[in-house]
């Protein structure tokens, strides 16, 4: 238990450093829809695929929590997370970018009154000791769909193989063109093999949640 209240108190530290600009920024989801041209091309394409470091469908955003794609695109700015596509985009984005298109995205998508389950579905074989292992629901909620911090990603219904990659992105930290510096990430990835951060990533991927993507055409 002491364990998995660390891990959590970690990570709140480690997100209110990360998102500190966003507490005085707010963002105009309005605004946001004339400023995700650079998004559209792949976030906007039901199983668009990228090719770095390998094969995966990017990551549903649609539904996700504002303050969390604003940590992540923050951390591309800073150069905590290294891909190098979306490094290049991030950077290119004021703060009030990051907080009007993250406002957009968390409420692109959204229906109103959805009811989402309180807990994620029992998981099956090794599983079970796998999110013990991690403390996953610690901070990403017993349902997967609502983090205890909105800074915290949602991952119910996310791609799995986004999902894998992602995980082992943490695995590398700053040693390569695709990892992800995060302290608390990193231990937590680093206690597994490939294969268990795929059963993980398979087991999240199957859940119930609000993350899709919504098809959007480039020309409007």
């Avoid at 695709?178 to 991927?205: C, D, P």
Wanted: proline share 4%; glycine share 10%; charged share 20%.
């Amino acid at each position: 238990m002491k364990k998995f209240v660390s891990i959590a108190l970690a990570l709140a530290i480690t997100s209110a450093t990360a998102v500190s600009f966003a507490q005085d920024i707010k963002g105009d989801a309005s605004a946001g829809a004339k400023k995700i041209a650079m998004c559209i091309g792949c976030h906007g394409i039901v199983g668009y695929q990228a090719s770095f470091p390998e094969v995966y469908k990017v990551p549903k955003i649609s539904g996700q929590g504002a303050k969390y794609i604003a940590s992540a695109l923050s951390a591309y700015k800073k150069g905590e997370r290294k891909h190098p596509t979306m490094r290049s985009i991030a950077e290119s984005l004021s703060e009030q970018d990051i907080a009007d298109v993250s406002a957009y995205y968390e409420a692109h998508g959204k229906v109103e009154g959805a009811a989402l389950p309180e807990k994620a579905a029992e998981p099956k074989g090794n599983v079970a000791a796998l999110l013990t292992k991690g403390a996953c629901a610690s901070c990403h909620g017993e349902n997967f769909a609502k983090p205890i911090d909105p800074s915290y990603p949602k991952l119910a219904g996310q791609n799995a193989d986004y999902l894998f990659v992602a995980l082992k992105s943490y695995k590398v930290e700053g040693t390569s063109t695709w990892g992800r510096s995060n302290g608390v990430m990193g231990g937590v990835a680093k206690q597994f093999s490939n294969t268990e951060l795929k059963e993980l990533a398979n087991y999240m991927a199957a859940q119930q949640g609000d993350l899709k993507t919504v098809p959007q055409s480039k020309f409007r």
